[in-house]
Nanobody
Framework: VEFVESGGGMVQPGGSLRLSCSAS????????MSWYRQAPGKEREWIAL????????DYADSVRGRFTISRDNIKSTVYLQMDDLKSEDTAVYYC???????????WGKGIRVTVSS
């Protein structure tokens, strides 16, 4: 199992970034995909999820209306479009795959996002 995460970096407040998480080594279309983040000194928190088909999505209140999760099962990739970024969005962002039938979980290695002027 391997994840390749990209799209992170530094951006000014109010800016946008698009994170990508490309997966291999498992049947991507059988897994729900989520994004989590961990800010300095804080616990890892869930921020967005999409079901295996991409038809259902949900968001934490802290990002709802600003972030959009999507997936492409042909490319085995999940995305996180982040708009109107704030300093409190600064964190390491992780993608996670979950197969509900047997609770199999795979984690990406994380990608850093810094929002600063």
């Amino acid at each position: 199992v391997e994840f390749v995460e990209s799209g992170g970096g530094m951006v000014q407040p109010g800016g946008s970034l698009r994170l990508s998480c490309s997966a291999s080594g498992f049947t991507f279309s059988a897994f729900a995909m989520s994004w989590y983040r961990q800010a300095p000194g804080k616990e890892r928190e869930w921020i967005a999820l999409t079901n295996s088909t991409g038809e259902y999505t949900d968001y934490a209140d802290s990002v709802r209306g600003r972030f959009t999760i999507s997936r492409d099962n042909i490319k085995s990739t999940v995305y996180l479009q982040m708009d109107d970024l704030k300093s409190e969005d600064t964190a390491v962002y992780y993608c996670r795959a979950l197969r509900l039938s047997d609770v199999t979980v795979y984690w990406g290695k994380g990608i850093r996002v810094t929002v600063s002027s």
